[in-house]
């Protein structure tokens, strides 16, 4: 059964820092990796989607890459703002389809401070 | 374009009544998921549907029926609500095994 685990679970840090979200996934026979940010009592908004044959996608100031082998993926926030603060979550899906859905992280609690 | 949008946004309901949660989508997209999120458990799936008329069991579907008799609805029913059926669920739409667009969530409390 595929396991995701972020690390670290929670994290503060004083605006304008670059900082890294860890992700790590049991089962390397993934289709695609999904990054999510949720907002307090909202929904969850994608950010970047990287598909099992990539290495890194980019949107603005993130950029997130993909170690399928050993299961791992980054999610680089640079020169972070308040704004930022939020729950971010990392989820895959498995080879063959992927129509069961999304396997999730717990995810990480990120505090910007201003 | 609205995206997903679900109905209601909060319910209260008491043990043993019964209620459905609304999905509803206009990216015309084939796949559809319904997921649970608890603190310390994460979200998990709960009933998907890969197509108009079709549905499928996740990981937690005890408890809880869907129909997709409309591509744009995914409708989850609750026969017989009970207390561990507390949770904010959320609903999601995709085109094939793709990025996930996710609804607001529906907030439900079970007393």
């Known amino acids: ?114 | 374009n609205a995206g997903v949008t679900q109905t209601p946004k909060f319910r209260v309901l008491k043990t043993g009544q019964s209620m459905t949660l609304l999905c509803a989508q206009d990216m015309n997209h084939e796949y559809m998921y319904w997921y649970r999120q608890d603190p310390g458990m994460g979200l998990r799936l709960i009933h998907y549907s890969v197509g108009e008329g079709t549905t499928a069991k996740g990981e937690v579907p005890d408890g809880y029926n869907v129909s997709r008799l409309k591509k744009q609805n995914f409708l989850l029913g609750l026969e017989s609500a009970a207390p561990s059926q507390t949770s904010v669920y959320f609903c999601a739409s995709s085109n094939s095994p793709n990025e996930q667009f996710f609804g607001p969530g529906t907030r439900l409390t079970v007393l």
Do not use: M
């Not at chain 1, 840090?13 to 949720?38: H, K, M």
């Not at chain 1, 990392?90 to 401070?113: E, M, N, P, Y």
């Open chain 1, 1 to 114: 059964k595929q396991e995701v685990t972020q690390i670290p679970a929670a994290l503060s840090v004083p605006e304008g820092e670059n900082l890294v979200l860890n992700c790590s996934f049991t089962d390397s026979a993934i289709y695609n990796l999904q990054w999510f940010r949720q907002d307090p009592g909202k929904g969850l908004t994608s950010l970047l989607l990287i598909q099992s044959s990539q290495r890194e996608q980019t949107s603005g100031r993130l950029n997130a890459s993909l170690d399928k082998s050993s299961g791992r993926s980054t999610l680089y926030i640079a020169a972070s703002q308040p704004g930022d603060s939020a729950t971010y979550l990392c989820a895959v899906i498995r080879s063959g389809g992927g129509a069961d859905g999304l396997t999730f992280g717990k995810g990480t609690h990120l505090i910007i401070q201003p």
